[in-house]
Structures are given as C-alpha cells and as structure tokens.
C-alpha cells in the first residue's frame, strides 16, 4: 500500500531531525533536494515546507541559489552554546516543575524509563536521542514561549555533541554517564514534587557534568578563555 503524501512528508521531517542530531548528516554539509526527493519519494514543493520547518526549528540554514545547509557548529555558536546552557537549562527546569501536569510527569517517566534500555543497548545514538526526549518534554512542561525555542536549539547542538559523550568505548566516562542518568531520576523526583529552586540547582549540577569533558572536545588548543563561564566570572578548578 502506498504512502500519502503528508506520511512521507512526516517521516522525511522526522528521520531528517535524526540524523542531524546524529550527526548522520555532519555539521555544516549542504543537502541534495534531488537526493532527498527520491530517498523519501516526495516532491520538490513538499520537501521545501519540510526543509522550511527544519530552518524555523534550528536543524538547517537556508541559503539563496545553495539550499540548505545542515546547522553548523562555528566557534561562535559554540561559544554561545556554553554561555546559554546553565541558564536556559536552569530556566526551563523551574518552571517545569511549578507548571508540570500529571500527564506530562507520566510521559517523562516512560521517556527516563525508554532513556535507561538505551544505556542497556549501549547505542550511542539512542542514548544521545533518549537525553535530548527527556529534556525536551522539560521544556514542554516549562510552557513557556520565548525559552523554548532557545531549549530546541540548544539541545540541537547538545545531542550532536553528545553522540561523543555516549559511545560506551569510552570507558572512561562511564560514572559520568551513570550519574547523569540517575539524576534523570532526581529531575523527576523534584517536578513531581514542585520543588522549583532544587529543581534549578540541579539542571546546573546537570550541566557541569558533562561541560568539561564536553569543553575539551570542541575547544581549540590554542584557544585559553575557559568558554563554561559568564564574562567576568572567575576561573575555579575543574568542573563542580
């Protein structure tokens, strides 16, 4: 049986978030309308709405007479990355837990309960998807209309990163990622209870988590500016 076309125009939508967030689709890289139109069997028209979203949502740039271009991560959006985090983070999750609904603590559950076979499976992509689910329904509890496009764009390029972070090869972050995913377990313990100020505190101990091992990644060598911390903040010893 045959597609609609608004299925095929869902599932081109949906697998394209993936492998951007993956990495599947690298930073930077120009995407083939021609390509795409055969691969997810659409049309040019419809496969434009799709790459429109993909823009509005952060996933691609639109360029004139180039097309579309995978989201790159350039120094400076890097660097505004590591500025935006603790707060957007810290934001979003107080206000997730003064405005969360019953429903949406059920699905947050599910998705923690989904995000720990992933660590089981040892797939890094699902481990990377897993996190970026479980803090974008976050975000949708916060409800709040100016921070959660900063969030959606942020976990973009957190999740990208992320795929490094959760190869189980790299057995040196093992504890990071088990404790990571137990507070998982804590955000879910706090919004449930609506403790809003403990809830904050721990997106930012969240953060600082994995920021390190994350900063010596994407951090040039010859770059010196500890790129975590705020203008004018001062420099402490490793990650808290």
């Not at 985090?85 to 989904?114: D, S």
């Not at 089981?120 to 897993?130: F, I, Q």
């Not at 093992?174 to 919004?191: S, V």
């Amino acid at each position: 049986m045959d597609i609609d076309p608004r299925s095929k125009k869902t599932l081109c939508l949906e697998d394209l978030r993936r492998r951007v967030l993956t990495q599947a689709l690298e930073p930077g890289v120009y995407m083939d309308e021609t390509e795409l139109s055969e691969i997810y069997g659409i049309s040019r028209p419809p496969l434009r709405e799709v790459l429109r979203q993909l823009a509005g949502e952060g996933y691609v740039v639109l360029h004139e007479n180039r097309g579309a271009q995978v989201a790159p991560m350039t120094h400076k959006t890097l660097r505004n990355f590591f500025v935006a985090a603790p707060m957007i983070y810290a934001a979003t999750t107080r206000l997730a837990a003064e405005h969360a609904t019953a429903a949406q603590i059920v699905r947050l559950k599910e998705c923690q309960w989904a995000f720990r076979q992933a660590i089981k499976s040892g797939d890094a992509a699902e481990r990377a998807l897993g996190n970026e689910r479980f803090h974008s329904l976050i975000g949708e509890m916060a409800d709040n209309e100016y921070l959660t496009p900063s969030l959606r764009r942020l976990l973009i390029d957190h999740t990208r990163i992320g795929m490094t972070f959760y190869n189980p090869r790299k057995l040196a972050l093992a504890p990071q990622r088990e404790l990571a995913a137990d507070q998982h377990d804590q955000f879910i313990a706090l919004i449930e209870t609506g403790d809003a100020d403990a809830a904050a505190d721990l997106a930012v101990a969240h953060w600082e988590l994995s920021r390190a091992q994350i900063e010596s990644f994407v951090t040039p060598d010859s770059i010196t500016i500890p790129l975590g911390r705020a203008p004018g903040q001062a420099e402490t010893g490793g990650a808290s």
